[in-house]
């Protein structure tokens, strides 16, 4: 009998949407032997540990809930030693950009839909392992600012629904004109392409590595998950709303501009505290020399249209 996972999060904004939508509907499935993985409040590695121990080969995983849920399944398959398990995703987040990445699909659309392999970004802090992520990896400002929507105001806001999009927006532009004076990363560091030519950066408050179709819903990137190396690399200034417009509009209504990598690595000169952002979550790390983000070799068997 196929056995099927559904990663929720009771404590997410729009929990009440998943148990109805979701959850309650789980009964009815015939065939299928249905466990329910609630994810902890703990931390993403330690949920993706947790679902890794679980799987067994043949599995169909479902992250039903927002970016955060979806990280921690895919990361917890990646983990997992059980082969040739599926992974499908339905949107119940503030931005849902791995489920817009692989279409917005309903519960009987996953059951019955088809298996694409995708190739997902792993990231290595001083040359261990760190996290997977789908979409995308950010380090700098734009990472900090995602800690401005685990805020209890602004958590009550979103869970009544109305325009998510246009208030988070706007609780964005308030948190970065009220930091944009800081200093987030280093004055200087490296970032290169390959492990033997680097090239020196200066006076940058971002650095991202784009591998989905988009970033926190507005920003545009490409079909980047669908090749087995190759992703978008960038860093830009968001701190000078000089170079932040320009950057933002291009991703809007364009493409966010950055360059293709294979590999990037980026040195510090010295032990680094610095904030590192996968899929809206984020985490504040200390002692980081070295960032490498990389293809994963190991494809994710996701169901889409």
């Known amino acids: 009998m196929k056995r099927l996972f559904i990663v ?3 404590r997410s904004s729009h ?13 009815g499935l015939k065939g299928v032997l249905v466990g329910k993985f609630e994810v902890a409040p703990t931390n993403v590695d330690e949920n993706a540990k947790r679902l890794a121990k679980i799987l067994t080969s043949g599995d169909l995983v479902i992250a039903a809930g927002g970016d955060g849920t979806a990280n921690i399944a ?5 983990l997992s030693k059980a082969q040739n398990v599926k992974f499908g995703v339905i949107g119940y987040g503030n931005f849902n950009d791995v489920a817009r990445t692989f279409g917005s699909l309903k519960l009987e659309d996953i059951l019955k839909g088809k298996v694409k392999r995708v190739y997902p970004l792993e990231c290595k802090i001083n040359g261990k392992h760190w996290r997977f992520g789908m979409c995308y990896f950010t380090i700098g ?28 927006l706007f609780t964005l532009m308030k948190w970065w004109f009220k930091n944009r004076k800081r200093e987030f990363m280093p004055e200087k560091f ?19 590595a784009v ?9 545009k990137g490409s079909d980047w998950y669908l090749k087995d190396a190759a992703f978008l690399s960038m860093t830009g200034q968001m701190t000078k709303f000089r170079k932040l417009v320009p950057m933002m509009l291009k991703s809007v209504f364009k493409r966010i501009p950055g360059v293709e990598s294979d590999y990037d690595c980026i040195v510090f000169p010295k032990a680094t505290k610095v904030m590192i952002q996968a899929e809206g979550e984020y985490k504040m790390i200390s002692g980081v020399r070295t960032v490498e983000i990389v293809k994963v070799g190991k494809p994710l068997l996701v169901v889409s249209r």
């Open 74 to 78: 895919i990361n917890g398959i990646m």
């Open 141 to 168: 400002m734009f990472a900090e600012a995602c800690a401005v929507f685990d805020a209890p105001k602004t958590r009550k806001t979103l869970r009544k629904g109305g325009r998510k999009t246009i208030f988070s």
């Open 15 to 27: 929990y009440s949407s998943v148990k109805k939508d979701i959850i309650e509907k789980l009964h």
């Open 211 to 219: 591998n989905g179709r988009s970033v926190a819903k507005i920003m």
């Open 190 to 208: 490296h970032l290169g392409d390959s492990s033997e030519e680097f090239m020196e950066c200066n006076k940058i408050s971002d650095y991202m």
């Open 8 to 10: 929720y999060n009771p």
